[in-house]
């Protein structure tokens, strides 16, 4: 297992957990309307299958929100 | 300038606070603020602003006084059904203080205009509620070299970032296009509580005050989300501006403003 923080938050995950994996472990509904950023970098969508996440790891999970009935 | 005894009385609050002070207000009372939508956020910031006795506050929204608005959007009253948004919210802040030079642009925004309405303020609250104005006001923002505060809402959560333009990262930085019409719900379709609003534009309120005085530090590299059935506030810390930004990169790809919604159906500059 190793530790890492989403939105602020501890989690402990599973060794070799992707990107894709944690949006799936968060239940994040609409994963393709999120920005993701490790460590201070934005991860590419295209990349969330491949980029594995490591021990110590901070996590955002960036969500658009527009806001407002008119 | 020089503040009156009814200024320095009625300002009292701010004027003895260190970050502040005379000087302060005076910048306050100089300083020139606009705010796109009535709404929700648009409100409170709007009310807290006229207070604050910015000099002049610039309102824009071509939206009329409905009665679903009335939960949040507590610059209109029950009275003010039907009315211009932009006349009412003109009303409310006229009475709290009648200092504050208001300004109104019962319109909505949209590429032809937004550059116009924008060029004579120091700096922008974003008070909309769809992605097409959200990403507008932002390039406009970036292209006038404008500082502004962009929020969202959504039934319990909300979120803010300030933006000095071509120094700290940009929203296109963090969410690169809109998206698809429909794909994120709106407070319409998923609701909001109306304090949420208020929370959310207070922070903006604050956020303007602290760029005109310079009191304290900006949110700026950096996204707040509030959440507020866990009272959480959380910060995370954004990239930096990136060099692939398409608006605020070195050099944009991003060079003219972009109508995401034909304006005549729904870029409007209101709600939330």
């Known amino acids: 297992m190793i530790h890492i923080t989403v939105g602020g938050e501890h989690r402990e995950i599973g060794e070799n957990t992707s990107v894709e994996e944690l949006l799936r472990l968060e239940n994040v509904e609409m994963p393709e309307y999120v920005s993701v950023s490790v460590n201070e970098d934005f991860v590419t969508r295209s990349d969330f299958a491949a980029h594995i996440l490591r021990d110590g790891d901070v996590v955002e999970f960036l969500y658009y929100m527009g806001g407002g009935a008119v | ?272």
């Open chain 2, 1 to 272: 300038m020089i503040l009156t005894n009814e200024q320095l009385e009625r300002y009292s609050r701010h004027i003895i606070l260190k970050d502040i002070g005379v000087k302060g207000q005076k910048k306050l009372c100089e300083a020139k603020v606009l705010i796109i939508g009535a709404g929700g956020l648009g409100a409170p910031a709007a009310m807290y602003l006229a207070a604050a006795g910015v000099g002049q506050i610039g309102i824009a929204d071509a939206d009329t006084v409905d009665l679903s608005n009335l939960q949040r959007q507590i610059i209109h009253t029950t009275n003010d059904l039907g009315k211009p948004k932009v006349e009412s919210a003109k009303e409310t802040m006229q009475a709290i203080n009648p200092d504050t030079d208001v300004k109104i642009y019962n319109e909505f925004i949209y590429s032809q205009n937004i550059l116009e309405l924008i060029a004579d303020y120091d700096f922008i609250l974003d008070g909309t509620d769809n992605f097409p104005a959200k990403f507008l006001i932002n390039d406009a923002c970036v292209m006038a070299d404008k500082p502004f505060t962009h929020a969202g809402i959504i039934c319990f959560e909300g979120q803010l970032m300030t933006v000095v333009p071509h120094q700290t990262p940009c929203y296109r930085c963090v969410f690169t296009n809109p998206p698809p019409k429909g794909a994120v719900p709106t407070c319409h379709e998923a609701g909001v509580v109306g304090a949420m609003a208020g929370v959310i534009g207070c922070l903006q309120a604050l956020e303007a005050i602290k760029y005109i005085t310079g009191a304290g530090e900006l949110l700026t590299g950096r996204l707040l989300i509030f959440d507020a059935l866990s009272m959480r506030f959380h910060t995370a810390k954004l990239p930096p501006r990136g060099s692939g930004c398409a608006v605020c990169s070195d050099h944009p790809s991003i060079t003219e403003l972009i109508d995401y919604d034909p304006p005549t159906c729904g870029v409007k500059g209101g709600g939330a």
